[in-house]
Nanobody, 123 residues
């Protein structure tokens, strides 16, 4: 069972990046999938989550209107389109999957984690 996150990089403020999270080894159709991020010296924080196969998408207030989650179920991949990036978006971004446990924003709700991909936004 593996989640592979990719797509990070260095971008100037106001720029865009698209992150990918590809699942392999099992199906996550009934699971939740989320993105979290962790900046140096800070706790891992919730970014966005949804059902792997569909359903409502919940965003952290800090990214609403700038980040968009999408899915390609045929490829078992979810994407995080990040626009209007700010220096404060700099962090390692992780995708995660797990059964719904009542809170999408709680890291303990997720059983599987990708390895993380670095996003750096320069001012």
């Amino acid at each position: 069972v593996q989640l592979q996150a990719s797509g990070g990089g260095l971008v100037q403020a106001g720029g865009s990046l698209r992150l990918s999270c590809a699942a392999s080894g099992r199906t996550f159709n009934s699971y939740r999938v989320g993105w979290f991020r962790q900046a140096p010296g800070k706790e891992r924080e919730f970014v966005v989550a949804t059902g792997w196969s569909g359903g409502a998408i919940s965003y952290a207030d800090s990214v609403k209107g700038r980040f968009t989650l999408s899915r390609d179920n045929a490829k078992s991949t979810v994407y995080l389109q990040m626009n209007s990036l700010k220096p404060e978006d700099t962090a390692v971004y992780y995708c995660a999957a797990g059964p719904y446990r009542g809170s999408d924003s709680y890291t303990g709700s997720y059983d599987y984690w990708g390895q993380g991909t670095q996003v750096t936004v320069s001012s």
